[in-house]
């Protein structure tokens, strides 16, 4: 049910500061993709232009044939409908339980009773996992609880494309372990379009069917996880290993010195690390958009870094009841 976004040309500036240019990209229907980047690089940006938050300068963005870049106010209000947003902190109502915040679109758009409102609120309270939670304020509720919080709420009109920005960003890895997963499971339940900016290199490795990286003010690349991850481009490779030696630095690119004093050390990017399995789902049933894992280097003769698609689980030996100190009590 998914639809996809067909971005061309878009380019957006705030007074005079182009903060990317010339972007052109399809976000395939009911697939998972990411959009990294160093920071400030314009994916907050990015993202309020998709959900016609912000108006781009130039270009298109076409959503099952609206121009969202282009079209009017009453338009843009009908097609908005279509998407959910998770924004950073959530973006609760402060003086509303969690309930009402997220029963608020309902009861925004739709002529449903209360009775109904009601559950549907509590059917994806429990798919986020909030059940017992939804008379608290958000003050009352962790960081985590709160991005979940907004998630039920920008599930409940069951959106067509949904919209992440930085869902990781403040949680710990145990609760973006848990969020990731979540992410996953919904895609496969809703096979809803879903594009998550974020800055988190583990998520952007092992979640999505497909990353985008914006950098220096343009679009260095956009494509399936496997081509991402094998890439031997300078940004993309540096991006996506985390590594220091490359052309991105602490103030975004490194300047003319830097690069020469690097060179001159012949310092060089490690070996390209294996490719991990993706993120399954929970249920051990494969998302619509799934592809198998290899497939896409296969497809396309390239080989993957040694020990790719290897099982990372990690396998303990039987404990014994010498090793536990006794028999079972
Ligand atoms: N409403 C605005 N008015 C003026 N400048 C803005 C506005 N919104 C964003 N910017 C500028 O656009 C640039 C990109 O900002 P954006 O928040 O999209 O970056 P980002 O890649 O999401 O950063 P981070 O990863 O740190 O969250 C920044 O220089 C920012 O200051």
Not at 193 to 216: E, K, M, Q, S, W
Not at 312 to 317: L, R
Request: one cysteine or more.
């Amino acid at each position: 049910m998914g639809v996809e976004i067909r971005v061309e040309g878009l380019t957006k500036s705030f007074h005079g500061q182009v903060v990317w240019r010339d972007v052109t990209l399809t976000i395939p229907a009911g697939e998972i993709s990411v959009m990294l980047g160093p920071s400030g690089t314009g994916k907050s940006v990015f993202l309020k232009c998709l959900v016609g938050l912000l108006k781009p300068d130039r270009g298109h963005i076409y959503v099952d044939g609206h121009d969202i870049a282009t079209c009017g106010e009453r338009e843009l209000y009908a097609v908005r409908k279509r998407f959910g947003v998770l924004f950073q902190d959530g973006a609760l109502f402060g003086s509303m339980s969690v309930y009402d915040n997220v029963a608020f679109p309902l009861r925004e758009h739709t002529r449903l009773s209360e009775r109904e409102i009601r559950s549907i609120v509590m059917e994806k309270i429990e798919l986020v996992g909030l059940l017992g939670s939804e008379r608290k304020l958000p003050s009352e509720i962790s960081g985590g609880m709160r991005k979940r919080a907004g998630l039920a709420r920008a599930l409940v009109l069951d959106p067509e494309i949904m919209l992440f920005d930085e869902p990781d960003s403040g949680l710990d890895p145990v609760r973006t372990a848990y969020l990731n997963q979540l992410i996953v499971d919904l895609n496969q339940q809703t096979g809803a379009t879903f594009l998550i900016v974020t800055h988190d290199v583990n998520t952007a490795r092992t979640v999505p069917d497909n990353i985008g990286l914006l950098y220096h003010q343009h679009l260095a690349m956009f494509g399936p996880r496997e081509m991402c991850l094998c890439s031997e481009e300078p940004v993309v490779r540096q991006f996506l290993n985390a590594q220091r030696i490359g052309p991105i630095g602490m103030a975004e690119e490194k300047d003319a010195d830097e690069l020469a004093a690097e060179a001159a050390s012949s310092a060089e990017l490690p070996p390209l690390p294996p490719i991990p399995l993706q993120l399954q789902p929970s249920n051990g049933l494969p998302r619509p958009s799934q592809r198998p894992p290899g497939q896409w280097c296969a497809e396309h003769g390239v080989t993957p870094p040694p020990g790719s698609f290897q099982s990372t689980t990690p396998t303990f030996p039987p404990v014994t009841a010498h090793q536990t100190g006794g028999g079972p009590s």
